[in-house]
């Protein structure tokens, strides 16, 4: 079984100042964890994804998270916010060793403030 | 990467009548396909799960008779939404998935009922 909780529904910071956007999961095999932006009436974009690999992953636009096992953690970071980071953004779990169907994140909506 | 499309991008139909949706691997061959509906500020639902010349596989709560797909080769996938109904009326996102089972997710299609 997995699972994956998105602490928040909304986080709010101002432009320039950083994000922490937080993710739990719960796996019953190894996990790989991803993170995906997806803006209005968009489909989802890959941020990046750690699979067993080096345990702080860098993605796309200035993103990053680390996988942290002792705290089943993966939460994304980015040091300053851009206004067009404003978006929905999804954790999302896959068991590597089991099922390959996914498990989403209820999202967390981020508004950057001028 | 992996490019994944989806058409129509916008449909509005009358209630009762049927929907096709396409989605299509541009340069994969997906050997996985996924359809997942979206509700306004939620996140994804998984539908139905399908493999290239099987029956998909649908998830709890779907109905197979309501939402008709078709993975008729390895680059084609297509959800059928008949009779529909207002309710019906959502975002549905597929997704493709090559021998690795990384999913490369379409645009989205928004369809209206009225």
């Known amino acids: 079984a997995q699972s994956v909780t998105q602490l928040d529904s909304h986080v709010s910071v101002s432009e320039g100042t950083p994000v922490l956007l937080r993710c739990n999961y719960s796996?019953?095999?190894?996990?790989?964890l991803f993170w995906y932006v997806q803006h209005p009436n968009k489909g989802l974009q890959l941020l990046l994804k750690?699979?067993?690999?080096?345990?702080l992953v860098k993605g796309i636009n200035g993103f990053e998270a680390e996988f942290k096992k002792s705290e089943t953690s993966f939460h994304l970071t980015k040091p300053s916010a851009h206004m067009s980071d404003a978006a929905e953004y999804f954790c999302?779990?896959?068991?590597?060793?089991?099922?390959?169907?996914?498990?989403f994140g209820r999202g967390t909506s981020l508004i950057v403030h001028p | 990467g992996a490019v994944v499309s989806q058409h129509p991008s916008r449909v509005i139909c009358k209630s009762g009548t049927s929907v096709k949706i396409e989605c299509r691997s541009l340069?994969?061959?997906?050997?996985?396909m996924f359809w997942y509906r979206q509700f306004p500020k939620q996140s994804l639902m998984l539908m139905a799960t399908?493999?290239?010349?099987?029956?998909?596989?649908?998830e709890q709560g779907v109905e197979k008779d309501k939402f008709l797909i078709n993975h008729a080769s390895l680059t084609l996938s297509t959800l059928t939404v008949t009779s529909a109904h207002p309710e019906d009326s959502s975002f549905y996102i597929c997704?493709?998935?090559?021998?690795?089972?990384?999913?490369?997710f379409g645009p989205g299609t928004r369809l209206t009922v009225t």
């Open positions: 997704s493709a998935a090559g021998e690795s089972y990384e999913q490369y």
């Open positions: 796996s019953s095999y190894s996990p790989s």
């Open positions: 750690y699979t067993s690999a080096a345990t």
């Open positions: 999302v779990v896959r068991a590597s060793g089991g099922s390959y169907i996914p498990t």
């Open positions: 340069d994969f061959q997906a050997t996985t």
């Open positions: 399908s493999n290239e010349g099987s029956k998909a596989t649908y």
